[in-house]
């Protein structure tokens, strides 16, 4: 039967002595595509393409790839691709590639066509990321907040006073009153002046002492144990710096400081 006028695909006679690569490769040239625009198209490696073409079965990575690589083909230049599977199937047989067995499916289940593109690969690697991230962010948040539970827990006391100098004060205590502490016990002490920078941190057992430097600027005392140092300026016993076994911060210890202090009363005053 002749074609009608005006239909330029090809006959059932042009194809009766052709290979299914051989079809498939006159139905490409017919529509003026390269084996680079197949590719493109199917995502199919362009040298498994051109093994298709020539019938090159060896070259190809087994049976099932190169049945889903040929539907891909077929599909991709309008061609009946179940049809083309089906007699592809027919040609590796005689050819010995395998046992022929009629087609229970209209698509091949590894068909390569189907394989998730790159972008979808990379998309599904960015959520793994940020599921492993979300779960290091979430673990850190929880360690934080047992961090914060235990130090609410936790019994401590901070009694927080910003001593500044007292001009009166410092008039009576004099230019060479010397400030001097020594530890009556074990007791952990950090001084530091105005500016925060550290003058003096350490842990000070039962007769260590440490002289406060006349040149400080408002030095200042940290310390969870105040009972346990005795403070003397210029060889004077003065009051103490806390109540005994609570924890005293930023506490002025320069000679007019410590003179202008007020007797600490005691933790728990019983009443009247």
């Not at 979430?138 to 934080?144: I, T, V």
């Amino acid at each position: 039967m002749e074609n009608s006028v005006g239909d330029n695909s090809p006959s059932e006679d042009e194809f009766r002595f052709q290979t299914v690569g051989e079809q498939l490769k006159a139905e490409r040239e017919r529509q003026g595509l390269t084996l680079s625009d197949l590719a493109t198209r199917t995502r199919v490696p362009m040298r498994h393409l051109d093994s298709i073409e020539r019938s090159d079965f060896a070259s190809l990575p087994g049976t099932t790839y190169t049945l889903g690589f040929t539907r891909s083909y077929a599909s991709a230049v309008g061609l009946d691709a179940v049809k083309f599977n089906t007699d592809l199937r027919e040609e590796l047989a005689q050819g010995g590639y395998q046992s022929y067995q009629a087609p229970t499916q209209n698509f091949e289940p590894a068909d390569p066509s189907r394989v998730p593109s790159r972008a979808l690969a990379w998309t599904a690697a960015a959520i793994g990321i940020l599921l492993v991230a979300g779960y290091f962010i979430w673990r850190s948040s929880m360690l934080s907040d047992d961090a914060v539970v235990a130090n609410v827990q936790a019994p401590q006391v901070v009694v927080s006073e910003k001593a500044a100098a007292d001009p009166v004060a410092g008039a009576v205590a004099g230019a060479g009153d010397t400030v001097v502490l020594t530890a009556t016990s074990s007791v952990w002490v950090k001084i530091y002046d105005a500016d925060n920078k550290p003058l003096f941190e350490s842990e000070m057992v039962e007769g260590d002492s440490y002289t406060v430097p006349r040149d400080a600027s408002n030095p200042m005392i940290v310390t969870g144990r105040p009972n346990a140092i005795t403070v003397t300026v210029g060889g004077e016993t003065v009051p103490p710096l806390g109540a005994p076994e609570r924890t005293i911060v930023d506490v002025g210890i320069s000679a007019a400081s410590l003179l202008a202090r007020k007797p600490v009363s005691p933790a728990n005053p019983s009443r009247p």
